[in-house]
């Protein structure tokens, strides 16, 4: 054991000898292939899970890099991921915003879905009540997100039919479905974007936060 224990800390000791005769370039490129060969090896394909879940695209890379993430020069690259972002935002067909609240309410409850254990064709949730307050009936729910209670009701949507004229609509649809179009590295899913929800179960959803008959807005 102790013969082994002295291997390791003499390749380690090696290692760390080699990366300092390196060029900083060299020596940041070793350690990135390094930690990237790690992650693969720690992961394995599993059911709806693929490799793929590791492939990171240009938002994700951004906002992974905690130095380009906050600092000031950035801020062009930011307003640049966002609007690359809101361009990919998919709105609905036939501009009908607003489905059936009841539905919207079952998939905010529910955070099935997308894991090794879930069936591929089984239908996902939106895990809402996990970061935001919707219905104050909802004893448990997260606060990482701002409480949606009211959302519609303070924000003076009263008529659905005529929903799609109201900006505050067009916009809560843009964040349910890319929520990377109004912040570059906003901890909320997106959930069209990613392919989490369809875009019938965003129409629920919206129903859910905007239609003046839903619970969240009595």
Not at 42 to 56: I, Y
Not at 91 to 120: N, V, Y
Not at 162 to 181: H, L
Not at 213 to 218: C, D, E, I, L, T
Request: hydrophobic share 40%; glycine share 8%; with cysteine.
């Amino acid at each position: 054991m102790k013969n082994t224990t002295m291997f390791v800390m003499s390749a380690a000791g090696a290692a760390v000898l080699l990366a300092g005769c390196a060029t900083p370039n060299a020596r940041d490129a070793q350690l990135q292939a390094r930690f990237d060969a790690m992650v693969k090896a720690s992961f394995q394909a599993n059911g709806p899970v693929t490799m793929a879940r590791l492939d990171q695209d240009d938002t994700q890379k951004f906002c992974s890099d905690p130095v380009l993430a906050v600092a000031k020069e950035t801020a062009a690259a930011r307003a640049a991921l966002e609007k690359q972002n809101l361009d990919s935002i998919k709105w609905p067909a036939g501009g009908k915003f607003l489905g059936d609240w009841k539905a919207g309410e079952s998939i905010a409850q529910s955070g099935r879905g997308m894991t090794w254990t879930d069936a591929p064709e089984q239908a996902n949730g939106g895990n809402c009540y996990n970061c935001h307050q919707i219905d104050k009936k909802e004893i448990s729910h997260g606060t990482i997100g701002p409480s949606l209670w009211n959302y519609g009701k303070l924000r003076g949507v009263t008529d659905p039919a005529s929903a799609a004229a109201e900006p505050i609509v067009k916009y809560t649809w843009g964040k349910i479905w890319n929520a990377k179009a109004y912040n570059a590295c906003s901890n909320m899913p997106r959930a069209g974007h990613m392919g989490i929800l369809t875009e019938a179960q965003i129409q629920h959803v919206m129903a859910l936060l905007l239609d003046p008959k839903s619970p969240v807005n009595q």
